[in-house]
C-alpha cells in the first residue's frame, strides 16, 4: 500500500476480544439494542458457538422486523471471462487454461431472454479484470442493454474510477458489488501476483467511489478461506461500517462466498466451516439489522434452505459461473468457479415457499433509475 492504511483496517483490539469472550458475553451481545463491533467480536467468539440456537433466533426475529418473509432473488450474468490478472484462487486467471469468451451484442440478447422466461428481474454482470478486450466501454454497453430489460442490474466487475462509476449508474447500473477478497495486505500480495487487481489500495477504496459517483448501493464481501477468517470478517464488518458513516444515504449489502472448486484447484489455506459460516451470518444480522446480507449457489441446497429467513434475504438462483449458459444456442464458456446448489428456479422457489418464505423476482422499479441517472449524467459526460 502506497498511503498509510485507514485506521479502520486495524482490528486487533476486537480480534483479542473475540479471542476471550465467554457464553454470558455472547447472550448481551446478541439482546444489545444498538450493537456495534465490539458486540460483533464477541458474535464471532468460540463461545457464541455454544449460543448458536440463541444467534439462530435473534437473528430470525431482525430478518423478519426489516425484511419480513421474504428471499429476494437476482442471477449472476458473466459478460466475458477475459482476465490480465492472476489470482491464485480464480477460474477465471490469466495462467489458467480454459475456454475464453466474451458476449457479442446477439448472445447478449439470448441470455437475457433466458433469464426473462424464468420470471427473474434482477441481473448482476461479471467480468475478468479490466483489459482491452471487455473494458469500461464494454461493460458499460452491457449494463445498457440489459437496464433497458430489467428492473434492476448491479455489477461485479473490475474496480473503477469514481467519473467511471458515475456513467454506470447513468447507463442503468443501480449497485456494485467488489469483494476485496481478503483484507489482509500481506495475504493480498501474495495471492494477486500482477495484473491491475495486485493494487490492494485501489481495490479497497473503490466501493467508496462507487458510492460517492451515484450508486445506489454496494455490496462488499471477503472470500472466505483465503486468510484467518476471524480477522477478515472484523475488517469487513469494519469497512461496512465506515461506509456507512461516510455515504449515510447509500445502501451496504454484505454476502459471505467461500472457495470453490476452480480450474486452478487452489484448495482453501484458511477451511471455514458451514458451522462458523453460519456463526458470521448470524453475526452480522444481529450487529448490522437492517443490512441486505446475500448467500449464492456456492453453498449446498441443505445449507441455502437453513439459512433463508434466518439472517440472509437475498440469494442467487439458478446461476451460471460461465460466460453463456443460459440460452440453450450459447456455447457456454469455462467456468470461474463450481457451483453447489444446481435447483432450477421452480424447485428452489418451492423449497422457499415450504418454509413460508416468499421469492421475491422484483422490488426495485426502473423507474426510480431516472433520479440516479439525472445525478451521475454530469459526471459521465466527461468519461
Known amino acids: 500500500m502506497t498511503s498509510p492504511p485507514p485506521a479502520w483496517l486495524d482490528v486487533s483490539p476486537w480480534l483479542d476480544l473475540a479471542r476471550r469472550a465467554d457464553r454470558g458475553m455472547v447472550r448481551q451481545a446478541a439482546a444489545a439494542d444498538n450493537p456495534g463491533i465490539r458486540e460483533f467480536a464477541v458474535l464471532l467468539s468460540d463461545a457464541a458457538a455454544e449460543e448458536l440456537e440463541t444467534l439462530a433466533a435473534r437473528a430470525q426475529a431482525l430478518t423478519r422486523r426489516h425484511f419480513g418473509r421474504t428471499i429476494s432473488l437476482y442471477a449472476p450474468l458473466y459478460l466475458s471471462n477475459y482476465c490480465p490478472t492472476e489470482c491464485a484462487y480464480c477460474g477465471f486467471a490469466s495462467d489458467r487454461q480454459i475456454r475464453r ?14 433469464l426473462k422466461r424464468l420470471g427473474l428481474e434482477e441481473v448482476l454482470v461479471l467480468t475478468g479484470d479490466r483489459l482491452a478486450t471487455a473494458d469500461y466501454d464494454f461493460v458499460r454497453r452491457g449494463v445498457e442493454s440489459l437496464a433497458a430489460q430489467f428492473h434492476s442490474v448491479s455489477a461485479e466487475v473490475f474496480a473503477m474510477s469514481e467519473s467511471e462509476y458515475a456513467g454506470l449508474a447513468a447507463a442503468g447500473c443501480t449497485a456494485v458489488t467488489l469483494y476485496q477478497e481478503t483484507y489482509d495486505p500481506a495475504r493480498y500480495a501474495l495471492l494477486h501476483t500482477s495484473g491491475p487487481k495486485a493494487d490492494y489500495a485501489w ?5 467508496a467511489r462507487a458510492l ?9 464481501g471477503a472470500l472466505l478461506g483465503l486468510s484467518e477468517p476471524i480477522s477478515d470478517v472484523l475488517r469487513l464488518y469494519s469497512h461496512a461500517a465506515w461506509l456507512r458513516r461516510q455515504f449515510w444515504a447509500g ?34 444480522r444481529i450487529a448490522m439489522p437492517d443490512a441486505p446480507l446475500l448467500l449464492s449457489t456456492r453453498e449446498s441446497p441443505r445449507f441455502r434452505d437453513g439459512m433463508a429467513g434466518v439472517g440472509i434475504s437475498k440469494m442467487s438462483v439458478a446461476s451460471r459461473t460461465t460466460v453463456g449458459g443460459y440460452d440453450a444456442e450459447t456455447v457456454p464458456s469455462g467456468p470461474q468457479f463450481d457451483i453447489n446448489d444446481h435447483r432450477g428456479v421452480a424447485a428452489f422457489c418451492a423449497a422457499l415457499e415450504a418454509k413460508g418464505l416468499q421469492p421475491v423476482f422484483k422490488n426495485w422499479d426502473a423507474a426510480y433509475r431516472e433520479d440516479a441517472a439525472s445525478v451521475g449524467a454530469g459526471n459521465a459526460r466527461q468519461i
Not at 472448486?261 to 466451516?273: L, R, T
Open 101 to 114: 469468451h466474451k458476449l457479442a451484442p446477439g448472445e447478449l440478447a439470448a441470455e437475457s431472454a433466458a
Open 203 to 207: 481495490r479497497l477504496d473503490a466501493p
Open 212 to 220: 460517492a459517483g451515484g450508486m445506489r448501493s454496494v455490496g462488499l
Open 251 to 284: 445502501g451496504i449489502a454484505v454476502s459471505f462466498p467461500r472457495i470453490r472448486p476452480q480450474s486452478g484447484d487452489y484448495a482453501a489455506d484458511f477451511p471455514v466451516s458451514e458451522k462458523l459460516l453460519a456463526r458470521i451470518v448470524l453475526a452480522f
